[in-house]
């Protein structure tokens, strides 16, 4: 009979053999575990470069170069959101409207690009015009232009004589881009319909940024079509994911007369310090690298009315907020406009309160009407968000048959990028193909990449093999924890096993891994960069560990480089321990998930170091995944622009077809 302490042990060892637990296959002290974080390492490299921008804002001391390095950062912002479509007619109609007291409120449609539709409502003061009109983009708000505190901007601006236009963003309002098979939206969160969108955006070249600053430009040009509005006189204002995109857009066209983004502006610094990289559309690929840093964004408009609208509570750091102030007021005073930058600072959380609004009002009256009177802080009645819908059905997507989802904007691009492709990979060798690739994901080439150093920790016995811990360590500075499952007479051929759940996965009882050691061969398996012991732990299904993913991709940087450069490690780890260089064993390799894609990359550019490679539920293609309409669980394997280069299925003539075999 079993005494409590031998049942407790039995329990504790099944547990452990059916679920090999981390805490007991941890192989970095918790010393060792604080230090090797990849997230720790970008937040480094991100303080650095940014370092380097305030060197470079230090040295703007002469209008001329001030209109230099404007120049300069719009190009950059122009070119890395993926440039933007030609103007084509906006086909706007007004389908219904609103009397209400000294102004009236116009359901409006019109086309962004050919059968990409906006939903907006137009808000006209009852006065003699032309009057100036303000574009008001919403923050992160499920309902769009009809949340209340958009209603309030519209009905702010139209009872102190000037028009506004709220419009829903995509993934927002009437426009959301991924739709359940009834016609709603599938994600609650806005932000998450953002990230999901910038998968497929994100593999073309392109941003989630790139279709709402397009939106904004063209509700401009809805604006200055309307005879009521005077076109030398448009202002542009909105809260939170509305602030980000007032302040993309204030930077980029020059008809944005005066500004004023609420709650979003501060610093990198400040942002990745305190709650680190936001949804898709707040991160330009390599602009932190680059040096285009939030108060760039005042910077790149100086000297035109500005007014930062902060809330003392707010989650975008206010310390950050005057930092990028006092940033801009020195800019604006060399330019010899002081007074065209202003901030408002009101006590309260995230969001626009009745002083930034009678604030904000008070700014564009000043600048388009020219009148500088006081606005009064006012509490201000709203409608029922049904009323203020433009479409019987609530989407556009189900409204109209021909309209066209970013995900089918990205598809239709895609197309053309892949003709371009195989022209390219047609004409072009081996040697050709295999720098494009690296080049295109962050790979040094093998002449740099040196023989990782490796330290045994401890082993585990288990039922007819053991585990040992180990660290391999390359010049990244990240250690990489690895196991080795080691049956007691191994074969000679190994494999290196990468699953995107890191060295655990795939580990079970009676599981893949343990199917490999009952054939006798050794399975080597190890964390990543980013995943296991050197990941944040927030990794999730739909969305990855995005603010890795993020922090890494403003560097200019893809997390799957980084990775191939492991992988590639791991494997000459396996190829050669207790083997001489000009002897290397056999090395089969298995990639899963998304570690599969890893898997491929590193057959690519290494093919002679596998024997095999074996690939389980991995996309064949990313030109697929820029097809899904809500494509779950991709972003960190994404690359930015990478399908103007090659595809997955490229790889297989580097790595050699006969090689690869796909699974599931």
């Not at 360590?473 to 000679?492: E, K, N, Q």
């Not at 993913?549 to 050669?576: H, I, Q, T």
């Not at 260089?581 to 550019?605: E, Y």
Request: neutral net charge.
């Amino acid at each position: 009979m079993l005494t409590r302490l031998g049942l407790t042990l039995l329990v504790v060892a099944v547990v452990l053999r059916g679920n090999l637990r981390a805490e007991v296959l941890n192989c970095l002290t918790d010393a060792e575990r604080a230090e090797s974080k990849l997230y720790a390492q970008l937040q480094q490299e991100a303080y650095e470069a940014l370092d380097r921008r305030a060197e470079a804002y230090e040295k703007l001391k002469t209008p001329e170069q001030i209109k230099a390095y404007q120049k300069r950062l719009w190009k950059f912002m122009y070119q890395h959101l993926g440039g933007f479509p030609d103007k084509t007619p906006l086909n706007a109609k007004t389908v219904g409207t609103i009397k209400a007291d000294g102004y009236v409120i116009e359901k409006v449609i019109f086309d962004s690009q050919p059968q990409h539709r906006i939903t907006a409502n137009l808000y006209l003061p009852n006065v003699e015009g032309p009057v100036p009109a303000i574009a008001v983009s919403s923050g992160h708000s499920r309902t769009g232009k009809t949340a209340d505190y958009n209603q309030r901007f519209g009905i702010m601006m139209a009872q102190h004589g000037m028009a506004a236009l709220c419009f829903d963003p995509i993934g927002q309002g009437e426009r959301s881009q991924i739709l359940t098979a009834e016609g709603e939206p599938q994600h609650n969160g806005t932000t998450t319909e953002h990230f999901l969108i910038g998968v497929g955006s994100t593999l073309v070249g392109r941003n989630t940024a790139r279709y709402r600053v397009w939106d904004a430009m063209r509700a401009i040009d809805y604006l200055i079509s309307r005879p009521e509005v005077d076109a030398t006189n448009i202002g542009f204002t909105g809260c939170s994911g509305g602030g980000t995109l007032t302040s993309y857009v204030m930077a980029l066209d020059d008809r944005v007369a005066c500004a004023a983004p609420a709650c979003y502006l501060t610093t990198f610094r400040r942002l990745i310090e305190t709650i680190g990289p936001q949804d898709a559309e707040q991160n330009i690929f390599g602009q932190v690298a680059f040096g285009l840093d939030h108060p760039d964004y005042v910077l790149m408009r100086a000297p035109r009315p500005t007014l930062f609208s902060s809330t003392t509570n707010d989650f975008f750091d206010i310390d950050g907020s005057w930092d990028n102030y006092r940033q801009a007021k020195r800019i604006y005073t060399r330019l010899g406009y002081p007074e065209r930058v202003d901030l408002v600072e009101v006590e309260g959380k995230h969001g626009v309160h009745p002083q930034n609004l009678a604030t904000i009002a008070h700014w564009f009256q000043r600048w388009l009407l020219k009148r500088d009177e006081a606005v009064a802080a006012v509490e201000l009645p709203t409608l029922p968000p049904g009323d203020l819908l433009c479409t019987k059905s609530g989407q556009v997507l189900t409204e109209f048959s021909d309209e066209l989802s970013v995900v089918d904007l990205n598809a239709a691009f895609e197309s053309k990028l892949s003709l371009t492709r195989r022209s390219r990979w047609r004409g072009m060798d081996n040697p050709r193909l295999d720098a494009l690739v690296r080049e295109t994901i962050g790979v040094r080439p093998k002449s740099e990449l040196k023989p990782p150093k490796f330290k045994d920790v401890s082993r585990i016995e288990r039922d007819n093999y053991h585990i040992d811990k180990l660290i391999l360590r390359t010049d990244s500075g990240i250690p990489l924890p690895g196991l080795t499952f080691h049956p007691p007479s191994p074969v000679d051929d190994a494999y290196l096993y990468l699953h995107e759940d890191g060295k655990l996965g795939d580990s079970e009882a009676d599981g893949p891994i343990e199917d490999l050691i009952s054939n006798g061969y050794a399975v080597v398996t190890v964390d990543l960069r980013g995943q296991g012991e050197t990941g944040t732990g927030k990794r999730d299904a739909t969305l990855t560990d995005w603010k890795t993913y993020y922090l890494n991709y403003l560097l200019g940087k893809s997390l799957v480089g980084l990775r191939v450069e492991d992988a590639l490690a791991a494997a000459d780890f396996v190829a050669f321990y207790q083997k001489k260089r000009d002897s290397p064993r056999k090395v089969h390799l298995v990639g899963v998930g998304h570690a599969g894609i890893v898997a491929l990359h590193a057959a690519a550019l290494n093919p002679e170091l596998f024997a095999s490679v074996t690939l389980k539920q991995t996309p064949e293609s990313w030109a697929s995944v820029v097809r899904l309409k809500s494509p779950a669980g991709h972003l960190d394997s994404t690359v930015h622009g990478v399908l103007g280069a090659y595809d997955l299925p490229d790889l297989l003539r580097l790595a050699g077809r006969d090689k690869v075999r796909f699974e599931d």
